[in-house]
């Protein structure tokens, strides 16, 4: 019988890269815990980091199909899911960490912080939409969906939108008054108005025409 050869599927540094980073905070916290290294405030402090980190993450993965655009890095495509899944993660833990921890699970008492504060509801929101995202990530639900599936998953856009916007008001700033504590929300903001900028069809037509003239220069 002729034998059957199966490659297996090779691992890249940016692969190891983004599954440490994914688990690191799990374990990153808790040592900063039990060493004393946290706030006064530690259940905040928690929350805190747990809402940074699901930032960065979402941010990242929306960054990986402008890497390709502009330096036809074709990597970073691969590890959407990955990088997404992992936003989702965080972003669950910093919603326990609200409900649970902070709250107690106390749904009345959490119900009428969600009212009240504006960082909540639109950290709700957030949450809500990155929820279908991640249930319906894999290759079965794609093929499952078929073009409702890009359609779908054009909502992150509107999850990174207001998940500035929930990280600003968290910090008791204003993007709209440029006043508070503003400064790393609207850097962050500014990449992520870049990150969108460069998924819009002319601009990325032009970035990837600039990217292959300049590889063809000699």
């Not at 249930?135 to 969906?145: A, E």
């Not at 504590?181 to 002319?202: E, F, V």
Request: proline share 6%; with cysteine; net charge positive.
């Amino acid at each position: 019988m002729p034998t059957i050869s199966r490659t297996k599927p090779k691992i890249t540094w940016l692969q190891v890269v983004i599954h440490i980073l994914g688990w690191l905070p799990l374990a990153w916290i808790p040592y900063d815990y039990f060493a004393g290294r946290l706030s006064v405030n530690p259940i905040q402090d928690i929350e805190q980091r747990l809402g940074h980190i699901a930032v960065y993450f979402l941010i990242a993965s929306l960054a990986c199909t402008p890497l390709y655009t502009l330096f036809g890095w074709r990597e970073p495509l691969k590890r959407r899911r990955a990088l997404g899944l992992y936003c989702f993660m965080v972003a669950s833990l910093h919603v326990l960490t609200f409900i649970g921890l902070d709250y107690g699970f106390n749904l009345q008492l959490i119900g009428g912080i969600v009212l009240k504060k504006p960082y909540a509801i639109v950290g709700l929101a957030t949450f809500i939409l990155l929820l279908p995202l991640a249930v319906t990530s894999s290759r079965w639900w794609m093929k499952k969906l078929g073009p409702k599936w890009t359609n779908l998953h054009c909502l992150v856009y509107l999850a990174g939108v207001l998940d500035i916007l929930h990280y600003a008001w968290a910090k008791k700033g204003n993007l709209f008054t440029l006043s508070g504590d503003i400064l790393q929300p609207l850097l962050w903001g500014l990449l992520l108005l870049l990150l969108l900028a460069l998924r819009l069809t002319p601009v990325r037509r032009w970035a990837s025409g600039l990217r292959q003239k300049s590889a063809n220069t000699p």
